[in-house]
């Protein structure tokens, strides 16, 4: 039995040996050997690899991969013209030497982003002062980024290289400073809000004049529209009487018969109405007297 796990642990332990011998790059990274804190090797190409155990050497791993930087802060910048405004940018970068950048930068990506982060600042803010806020919003923005990732391929490239090549450097965002952007925004909101009162006003004077005008049409329509009816009122009012004057004149005693039995008509046209009158008046002749004369009094008109 004791030989049986002797064999066994010697064999788990020659595997973990083994295993720690062994690693593998993936095809995203590389792979960087040290062997007593010293850069040993870097390995570039992904598979299967083979080490001296720890702690004689140990591996690490850097990606390689394209990375993408933003801007981390929003400190504003003066123009040309000392306008305050901020800027968002982004930088698209990679390691392409991971000795260099270990020896240089950093152990891992964060802090080369860090270091990157500073230097693009410095080339923004270097270089925006040269650039009005109309530039940076026209086709000179091209040249701006230009210049800044010149300047950064500078820093990056000189005395100490980082091992880190940028490969781009963009702005997304121009803007003012919160206070500026208020302001700007109060003076856009005032000038709106004149122009539409100013459109009500002439609104308001343009509904007002049509109203009036139509107010004038109507009362001269109206007027015309009287004035022709009193005109054909009047014409058969005269003509009426015209006809009333010769039926009339015809046979005097019957058109004022007529107009007796009219005027009782209109006197005693509701059961409700009390008039107190005195009999012997001319207004009940039509009434009075004898049956002869009452029926003289209606009698018709002789023909002739």
Same mark, same amino acid.
């Given at each position: %039995?004791?030989?049986i796990g002797f064999i066994a642990t010697s064999f788990l332990v020659a595997l973990a040996l083994l295993s720690s011998? @062994?690693?593998v790059v993936d095809q995203r990274q590389f792979g960087v050997v040290y062997q007593l804190g010293q850069i040993k090797e870097v390995i570039t190409e992904p598979g299967l690899n083979f080490k001296m155990p720890p702690p004689f050497q140990n591996v690490s791993y850097i990606d390689k991969r394209l990375l %993408? @930087?933003?801007s981390l802060d929003t400190e504003p910048m003066l123009t040309a013209e000392k306008q305050r405004v901020v800027i968002d940018w982004y930088v698209r970068w990679r390691i392409s030497n991971p000795s260099e950048y270990i020896r240089n930068v950093g152990l891992d990506e964060s802090a080369g982003a860090m270091q990157l982060n500073r230097v693009v600042r410095n080339a923004f803010q270097e270089n925006i002062n040269k650039y009005t806020v109309r530039d940076l919003i026209s086709a000179s923005r091209e040249k701006l980024m230009a210049d800044v990732q010149r300047e950064v391929l500078s820093v990056v490239k000189g005395a100490k290289p980082w091992g880190v090549d940028v490969v781009d450097v963009r702005i997304t965002r121009v803007d003012y400073v919160e206070a500026i952007t208020e302001s700007v925004y109060r003076r856009m909101e005032a000038e709106r809000k004149r122009v539409a009162n100013e459109l009500r006003s002439t609104g308001f004077a343009e509904g007002e004049k049509i109203r009036a005008d139509a107010d004038r049409q109507r009362e001269v329509t109206v007027a015309n529209a009287y004035r022709d009816a009193q $005109?054909? $009122? #009047?014409? #058969?009012?005269?003509q009426a009487a015209t006809a009333y004057a010769e039926a009339f004149g015809k046979d005097p005693q019957f058109a004022q018969f007529y107009r007796s039995l009219d005027a009782y008509k209109q006197s005693f046209n509701k059961k409700s109405d009390v008039m107190v009158l005195d009999p012997s008046s001319d207004f009940f002749r039509a009434m009075r007297g004898s049956g002869s004369n009452t029926v003289n009094s209606v009698a018709p008109p002789s023909r002739r």
């Amino acid at each position: %039995m004791n030989r049986i796990g002797f064999i066994a642990t010697s064999f788990l332990v020659a595997l973990a040996l083994l295993s720690s011998t @062994l690693f593998v790059v993936d095809q995203r990274q590389f792979g960087v050997v040290y062997q007593l804190g010293q850069i040993k090797e870097v390995i570039t190409e992904p598979g299967l690899n083979f080490k001296m155990p720890p702690p004689f050497q140990n591996v690490s791993y850097i990606d390689k991969r394209l990375l %993408m @930087l933003s801007s981390l802060d929003t400190e504003p910048m003066l123009t040309a013209e000392k306008q305050r405004v901020v800027i968002d940018w982004y930088v698209r970068w990679r390691i392409s030497n991971p000795s260099e950048y270990i020896r240089n930068v950093g152990l891992d990506e964060s802090a080369g982003a860090m270091q990157l982060n500073r230097v693009v600042r410095n080339a923004f803010q270097e270089n925006i002062n040269k650039y009005t806020v109309r530039d940076l919003i026209s086709a000179s923005r091209e040249k701006l980024m230009a210049d800044v990732q010149r300047e950064v391929l500078s820093v990056v490239k000189g005395a100490k290289p980082w091992g880190v090549d940028v490969v781009d450097v963009r702005i997304t965002r121009v803007d003012y400073v919160e206070a500026i952007t208020e302001s700007v925004y109060r003076r856009m909101e005032a000038e709106r809000k004149r122009v539409a009162n100013e459109l009500r006003s002439t609104g308001f004077a343009e509904g007002e004049k049509i109203r009036a005008d139509a107010d004038r049409q109507r009362e001269v329509t109206v007027a015309n529209a009287y004035r022709d009816a009193q $005109k054909i $009122k #009047g014409e #058969g009012d005269a003509q009426a009487a015209t006809a009333y004057a010769e039926a009339f004149g015809k046979d005097p005693q019957f058109a004022q018969f007529y107009r007796s039995l009219d005027a009782y008509k209109q006197s005693f046209n509701k059961k409700s109405d009390v008039m107190v009158l005195d009999p012997s008046s001319d207004f009940f002749r039509a009434m009075r007297g004898s049956g002869s004369n009452t029926v003289n009094s209606v009698a018709p008109p002789s023909r002739r």
